[in-house]
């Protein structure tokens, strides 16, 4: 039992001994004066006193139990289930899934998370203030944030926040979320029980079920987990997976061919139709600080039963552009909008710094290509036209004059002929890398000279591979494998990889295999022979930067790739993509904290939900929840680049899940488990199973009507006791 107003209560109940009092003192003892027919009163007496202490006794406690049931009524008793086991007032957690799923549209228009949020306002207002009872709410999406805690007595207050979320980009992070339940828990032990209210939909992108959540059964409290049931409707989805621009570092302001490169973009659907063909569209378009464009328009098309689609866009950005923007796609109708939404950064500079490890003399004497060094074969793949060299600074650095300082001025470094780098040399190659640049490294040309460099090289840029001093002449002329992935820094050659290799024939090789370093997996397989030998490898050191090795020299004793169209588009893409893999340009998922850029001190949103994020040791504070683009601002003030943060591919997926899937999950707490329907009433989407306040009305008024039948009583047998009954014997 408890009460609404419980100082009402005590005050009423106290009134239980006005009647006590005015019984005691009626009975206060009276000088008896004797007269004549006393005899035959007290002989009547005697015969009728037990009756008379009975009705006495039976009136006072008529009038108590009236007065009794007078103050309970008058002070809102309530009687619940729970009342027995309560040590205190409950604790109610609201639990929002806010993940891009929320952003589906129902039938009458509303969002997912509007509907979230009315549960949420009609469980916190169904809350009994005047027992205590308080509530928190918390976000799960991406990653659980405390956004009303600790519990507060105010529902108003959890209300109105519930109803200012904004979508996540992630899937509901519950584990987090039951964990600020434990510890809030933990601050205050000898509080009453705790209610557990998760409002989600349960489809298959809301949650990952395949980690058991922390036990909440060991809080020494009453706890219980109530959640809506999952949803069983196939609801529609399309979300976009990939975002892919041919380019990460685009040359030249942008323009023409030398832009991004075309842009790949990829969709997968879920839920309902995905039995038919469906084709949607997707606009493109340019975000920069303070600007945006658009790129164009294509669409993503669906054969019945496809899950996946892809569409492609060539067209690129005109103008001069420099600095850090961003590739938005957003489709057409696709279901729920966060999903639908994705971007790319992009980096546009005016050109690439490249230095080529080479004497300052070289071309002077050559007559014609049979004197040509491994420096003027890369020379003239860096500068095939003049347009192209316009796009690339090229400068020649003196071997042995490799200095730090000055390597610090290139995004690219080319080493045509290894032989020629003094050992101390490489370890100055960091300057590039650890910027991260590219360093493009060739074995010496003379096929009987020994490869002294091998070992100066694997220490000094930390490969994980070990290089053979010695070239192997192959038995036959080996060829090209054609069907060698044109993966990393030859993706954009894609099946023209074939054609241009089919020509090239090769002779000798410098052996290479694996160091047994952890880091040997860094080594990626770019090109190889149809017999299995590794011809280009790519290795993305620790410390940031690429190198790429090249197995054969650039010399015809060695190859004819030197003069084969392949030797140039090695070049050039070893140089664009090198350098625009290791341009710290930054992607992200939402509730990650992805690494930033040395000297980075705040990120600001840009076209994302929230406030400034400040960075510490590289990383955001806290995780970045919404998806969106933020700038990145530099310890030395102004923006030093752009992050991207994208909703998880994986929590676009709209099927419906099954119940006891769900229910199996939430058993891992170690607690009581019950659903709710999304079709119930008003009533049944409340922790409770009705309104404390219509019990407590409907209980007061019973209360009240006891206490008229009881005065009612009591009147009849005041009237009964008072007057003498007819043959009493008085």
Not at 270 to 285: I, K, P, Q, W, Y
Not at 525 to 542: D, F, H, K, Y
Not at 699 to 707: E, Q, V, Y
Request: net charge negative; glycine share 10%; proline share 8%.
């Amino acid at each position: 039992m408890s009460f609404s107003s419980p100082i009402l209560a005590i005050v009423g109940l106290a009134c239980v001994a006005i009647p006590i009092l005015i019984h005691i003192i009626l009975r206060r003892r009276r000088r008896p004066v004797r007269w004549g027919a006393m005899r035959f009163v007290m002989e009547a007496y005697r015969r009728q006193r037990r009756r008379l202490l009975l009705e006495q006794w039976l009136l006072l406690l008529l009038r108590c139990l009236a007065v009794a049931l007078i103050a309970m009524g008058v002070a809102g008793a309530t009687c619940s289930r729970e009342d027995a086991t309560a040590r205190g007032p409950t604790t109610l957690f609201v639990l929002i899934d806010d993940g891009p799923l929320a952003s589906l549209r129902e039938a009458d228009g509303r969002t997912v998370l509007e509907r979230h949020a009315q549960r949420a306002d009609e469980a916190v207002r169904a809350l009994d203030g005047y027992r205590g009872d308080r509530a928190a709410l918390i976000a799960l999406g991406a990653s659980a944030l405390p956004v009303v805690m600790p519990p507060s007595p105010e529902p108003e207050a959890v209300a109105r926040e519930a109803r200012g979320l904004r979508h996540a980009g992630g899937q509901i992070d519950l584990r987090g979320g039951l964990d600020l339940v434990a510890r809030a828990a933990a601050d205050e032990p000898d509080a009453g029980p705790i209610r557990v209210f998760i409002l989600s939909d349960w489809r298959t992108g809301s949650a990952r079920l395949d980690e058991p959540l922390p036990r909440l059964a060991d809080l020494g409290r009453p706890v219980e987990i109530v959640t809506t049931a999952p949803a069983t409707d196939p609801a529609r989805n399309i979300a976009l997976t990939d975002l892919r621009p041919g380019r990460r570092v685009a040359v030249g302001g942008g323009v023409g061919p030398e832009g991004l490169a075309g842009v790949t973009i990829t969709a997968r659907r879920s839920g309902a139709a995905a039995d038919r063909a469906e084709e949607v569209g997707v606009t493109l378009s340019l975000v920069s600080p303070g600007s945006e464009t658009t790129l164009g328009r294509t669409s993503v098309r669906f054969e019945p039963g496809d899950a996946e689609g892809r569409a492609v866009l060539a067209s690129s950005p005109a103008g001069d552009l420099r600095g850090d923007a961003s590739i938005v796609a957003t489709l057409d109708d696709a279901g729920a909008s966060v999903s639908a939404t994705r971007r790319a950064v992009v980096r546009f500079r005016r050109s690439i710094r490249v230095g080529v490890a080479a004497p300052l003399v070289v071309g002077a004497s050559r007559v014609g290509v049979a004197g040509f060094t491994p420096a003027d074969w890369a020379l003239a793949a860096l500068r095939p036209e003049i347009d192209e060299g316009a796009r690339l600074e090229i400068e020649l650095v003196e071997p042995g004059a490799i200095d730090p300082t000055r390597l610090e001025a290139f995004d690219a470094l080319i080493v045509p002929d290894a032989s020629l780098i003094p050992p101390e040399a490489w370890r100055r190659m960091r300057a590039v890398t650890d910027r991260g640049g590219v360093v493009f490294i060739a074995p010496g040309p003379d096929p009987l000279e020994a490869q002294l460099w091998t070992e100066h090289a694997s220490e000094a840029l930390a490969l994980p591979l070990r290089l053979s001093r010695q070239s192997i002449e192959l038995p036959s002329t080996g060829r090209i494998e054609p069907s060698t992935p044109a993966a990393g820094i030859l993706g954009l050659l894609g099946p023209e990889i074939e054609a241009l290799a089919q020509p090239v024939e090769v002779l000798r090789l410098l052996g290479v295999e694996p160091s047994g370093s952890p880091e040997a997996e860094a080594a990626t397989e770019v090109l190889a022979l149809r017999t299995g030998e590794p011809l280009l490898l790519s290795t993305s050191l620790e410390r940031g930067g690429t190198v790429v090795l090249l197995t054969t020299a650039i010399d015809p004793r060695w190859s004819t790739l030197p003069v084969k169209p392949l030797m140039v588009a090695l070049m050039q893409e070893t140089v664009r993509q090198g350098v625009g893999a290791g341009d710290e340009v930054i992607e992200a998922i939402a509730g990650e904290r992805p690494v930033l850029p040395a000297g980075s001190v705040e990120l600001t949103p840009l076209d994302a939900f929230g406030g400034p994020i400040a960075v510490d040791e590289r990383r955001p504070r806290s995780p970045m929840r919404h998806p969106g683009l933020w700038s990145v601002r530099a310890e030395r003030g102004g923006a030093s680049g752009l992050v991207a943060v994208n909703a998880d591919p994986e929590a676009g997926r709209s099927e419906p899940r099954e119940i006891e899937a769900v229910r199996s999950w939430l058993q891992t707490a170690g607690v009581p488990v019950s659903f709710v329907g999304p079709e119930a009433v008003e009533a049944e989407a409340r922790p409770d199973a009705d309104d404390p306040r219509e019990r407590a009305g409907l209980l007061s008024l019973n209360l009240l009507l006891g206490a008229i039948a009881l005065l009612l009583s009591e009147l009849v047998l005041n009237r009964r006791t008072s007057f003498a009954r007819p043959g009493g014997g008085a």
